[in-house]
C-alpha cells in the first residue's frame, strides 16, 4: 500500500521561507517522477514543481526562481526548499507519483502579508 507523508508545512510570513519534506512507502521510489502539488482555497490542485528518476527537475511560472524541488532516494524522500514565498502561495501542499492518483495528508502553508 502506497504511503505519502507530508511535513514541514506552517505559517510563515511573506519573503521567509520553508521546506517541505514528503516521505514515501510503498513504492520502488528511485523509478518514479514525484512531484509537488499544492490546492489553494476555492482552486483546483496544481502541480508546482516535478522532479524525475534521472534527477530533472520542471516548475510552474509561478514558483520558479524561489522552489526548489529535490529528492533523497536513499530516505524515499522528496523535498520542497519554498523561498520568498508570497501570499499567494497559501494552499495545501501534497507530493505524489506524477500522473498518478491517491493523496496523502498534505501540509498546510499559509504565507501572510
Known amino acids: 500500500q502506497v504511503q505519502l507523508v507530508e511535513s514541514g508545512g506552517g505559517l510563515v510570513q511573506a519573503g521567509g521561507s520553508l521546506r517541505l519534506s514528503c516521505a514515501a512507502s510503498g513504492i520502488i521510489f528511485n523509478i518514479y517522477a514525484m512531484g509537488w502539488y499544492r490546492r489553494a482555497p476555492g482552486k483546483e490542485r496544481e502541480l508546482v514543481a516535478s522532479?524525475?528518476?534521472?534527477?530533472?527537475?520542471n516548475y510552474a511560472d509561478s514558483v520558479k526562481g524561489r522552489f526548489t524541488i529535490s529528492r533523497d532516494n536513499a530516505k524515499n524522500t522528496v523535498y520542497l526548499q519554498m523561498s520568498s514565498l508570497k501570499p499567494e502561495d497559501t494552499a495545501v501542499y501534497y507530493c505524489n507519483r506524477v500522473g498518478y492518483d491517491g493523496w496523502g495528508q498534505g501540509t498546510q502553508v499559509t504565507v501572510s502579508s
Open positions: 522532479i524525475t528518476a534521472g534527477d530533472r527537475t
